[in-house]
């Protein structure tokens, strides 16, 4: 098989079957899985929250047409831990190099 048809050719879209081998790894993350939980980046604002951006949102979106209607279905805040976690772990990897950035996809607590 070419290069070319290797990055460019179309993939193989059914897995191969391949034979079912229960080993101690599958056993082990399930395990690790089992006592690890994410934790959201956002949370639910709370009710006074929900209310001042409710209306400030609504209020601009109607813009000059006072006969429209709007229906805010979720409100969300960052979430005050991910964002502590997030910034000290990005801190650490740092390190020595300031001009370095990083991306947190996801964080994990222990239950």
């Known amino acids: 098989m070419g290069l070319f048809q290797r990055l460019f050719g179309k993939k193989n879209k059914t897995p191969e079957t391949a034979p079912m081998v229960v080993d101690s790894v599958k056993v082990e993350k399930t395990a ?5 939980q994410e934790l959201p980046f956002y949370v639910t ?5 929900k209310e ?9 979106a109607a813009g000059d047409q006072p ?3 709007f ?8 979430n005050p831990e ?15 190099q300031p001009d370095s ?3 947190v ?4 607590q222990r239950k």
Do not use: R
């Open 32 to 36: 690790v899985s089992e006592e690890w």
């Open 45 to 49: 604002a709370d009710v006074p929250e």
């Open 52 to 60: 001042l951006v409710t209306v400030v949102a609504t209020a601009i």
């Open 67 to 69: 006969n429209s209607q």
């Open 71 to 78: 229906v805010v279905k979720k409100i969300q805040v960052k």
């Open 82 to 96: 991910a964002q502590l976690v997030s910034l000290i772990a990005t801190s650490i990897a740092a390190g020595d």
């Open 101 to 103: 950035q990083f991306i």
């Open 105 to 108: 996809k996801k964080i994990y």
